[in-house]
């Protein structure tokens, strides 16, 4: 009889070491799983859940899609509304001069014929931050990487004026409609996939989001894969990573194809 009422509820002791040893639990898993873990350099999971799984040797795979460990750091450049302005005209006329190396790949005005990125009318802070980020190391590609370490801060950013000046060939960024793909017009809520044109233009257009209208389908193809891999990381913050992360291969081929199409709608005219 007195045994049972050193176990009950209603003995003060024993409800006290019931709490206590409950919450004691939480705090070592919480230390233990999560603020250990996120104080290591290589700290890279992206919510709660994921910091448990990595804690507790969980293959990053099962969970969140492969992120490759090694590849090259994030981005450092920060993106500033200055790099945005038009630079003077001499500024364009360098550019044109230094852009006469580029053509071969990017096409005489900046439209390209092989699978490179078109670089007419694209935005200068997203020619600024991409060329920062090759000389850096931190976008790789062999070749923009040598590219790039060549450049003086004026050389990139008059490239960079001389690009945003080229008239338009491309079409203009997506406008909302209700015939757009899905995951362009909406997003998926449910797996985190904001809708393409809250950054990439149509609804808004965020700072350093390329305009991407236009673009060799293969190429937004293997940037997307490079997204979804971590094999390309320096989108600051991983905005494009948790983008591409729960897209599938199918998917990514759609969207692609959706922006890639938009030239040749645009040229037609
Ligand atoms: C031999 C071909 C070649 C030449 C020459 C070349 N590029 Fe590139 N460039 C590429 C390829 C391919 C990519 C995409 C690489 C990747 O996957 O990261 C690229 C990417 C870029 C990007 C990133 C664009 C974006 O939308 O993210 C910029 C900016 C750029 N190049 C500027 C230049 C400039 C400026 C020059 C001349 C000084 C130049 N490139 C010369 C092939 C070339
Ligand atoms: C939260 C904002 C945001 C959303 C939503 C978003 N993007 Fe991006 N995207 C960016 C930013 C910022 C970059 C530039 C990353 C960097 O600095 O290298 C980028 C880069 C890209 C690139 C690489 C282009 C290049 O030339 O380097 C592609 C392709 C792309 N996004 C496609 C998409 C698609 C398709 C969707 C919709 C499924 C999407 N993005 C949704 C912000 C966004």
Known sequence: MRDRAVYSWR?????????????????CVLVGFVWLPSVHKDFTAQNLWDAICRAAGVPAHWSSGSDVKTGPASTDVVLERRMVRMTDTAAVGRGA??????????????????DAPNLSGQYPEVVIKQLLDYKAGRRSHTLMETLARN???RDIEDLAAYYAYLPKARTAPTTYDE?????????DPLR??????????GVDQKLGAPWIEGMPKDYLVEQ??????????ND??????????????????????????????GQRH
């Open 179 to 187: 015939s757009l793909p899905a995951l362009v017009r909406v997003g």
């Open 224 to 233: 997307l894969k490079a997204f979804k891999t971590g094999a390309r990381r």
């Open 151 to 153: 450049m003086s801060q």
């Open 192 to 201: 985190n996939i904001a809708p393409c044109i809250s950054c990439h233009g």
């Open 97 to 114: 001069t230094l852009a006469l190396n580029c053509t071969m790949c990017h096409g005489a005005q900046g439209m390209s014929t092989s």
């Open 11 to 27: 003995n003060g002791w024993f409800r006290w070491s019931v709490v206590s040893l409950v919450v004691f639990t939480v705090l």
């Open 236 to 265: 600051s913050q991983g905005q494009m990573r948790n983008m591409a992360r729960p897209m599938s291969e199918q998917e990514i081929a759609e969207v692609a194809e959706f922006y890639a199409r938009k030239a040749s709608a």
